[in-house]
């Protein structure tokens, strides 16, 4: 079993920055790709970042230059540094993670999600 506990959502003004955590624990031999995706209201879900267990990122067209993904040492806390926030960036940002379990390969985890408001 995996947890992932999300955090740093919130409100901010256009232009403005916020970072979201993601931190994976429990019973895994390792944590493979880690994501960000968002939901906005009425729309579908999409990947916003990912970071490979190299460091190989790649980023939704629409936050190419003002967001950044990164992971700690230990591979298992992801992080999304939001700058120039926009009001269409306001969503639902769900963590994404690929852990790889004993005897099962590698299995797809999702956050609650963390709610991120920049006003129009």
């Known amino acids: 079993q995996v947890q992932l506990v999300e955090s740093g959502g919130g409100w901010v003004q256009p232009g403005g920055s916020l970072r979201l955590s993601c931190a994976a624990s429990?019973?895994?031999?390792?944590?493979?790709?880690m994501g960000w995706h968002r939901q906005a209201p009425g729309k579908e879900r999409e990947l916003v970042a990912a970071?490979?267990?190299?460091?190989?990122?790649s980023y939704a067209d629409s936050v190419k230059g003002r967001f950044t993904i990164s992971r700690d040492n230990a591979g298992n806390t992801v992080y999304l540094q939001m700058n120039s926030l926009k009001p269409e960036d306001t969503a639902l940002y769900y963590c994404?993670?690929?852990?790889?379990?004993?005897?099962?390969?590698?299995?797809?985890?999702w956050g609650k999600g963390t709610l991120v408001t920049v006003p129009s």
């Open positions: 994404n993670v690929g852990a790889v379990i004993f005897r099962w390969g590698t299995l797809d985890y």
């Open positions: 429990g019973t895994f031999v390792s944590i493979d790709a």
């Open positions: 970071i490979s267990r190299g460091a190989t990122t």
